[in-house]
């Protein structure tokens, strides 16, 4: 995604949670696993809260380097 696209995601509201799937060494992988992972992630983090965590939605990158977390994180405002 482009950073202007982040920006226009970020003035939807305050997130709490940003996940940037990446397809490192296997695109194969990321298709297969990447939504069941989600909704394990999110089933795991909200158990026991008082009201579920606000995420942003998932960032989809391709031959994504591990650093663009921080700088979509960044663009999102999502708290470290």
């Known amino acids: ?3 202007e696209l982040l920006q226009a995601l970020a003035g939807a509201g305050p ?3 940003a996940v940037v799937l990446g397809d490192g ?3 194969v992988a990321l ?3 990447a939504r069941p992972v989600l909704q394990a992630l999110k089933a795991a ?3 026991g809260r008082g009201r579920a965590l606000r ?3 998932p960032v989809v ?3 994504a380097r591990v650093a ?3 700088e979509v994180g960044q663009i999102l405002g999502v708290p470290l």
Do not use: F, K, N, V
């Open 1 to 3: 995604a482009s950073a």
């Open 15 to 17: 997130t709490d949670l």
């Open 25 to 27: 060494l296997s695109a």
């Open 31 to 33: 298709q297969r696993h």
């Open 45 to 47: 983090l909200d158990a």
């Open 55 to 57: 995420w942003a939605p």
């Open 61 to 63: 990158a391709t031959q």
């Open 68 to 70: 663009l977390a921080d």
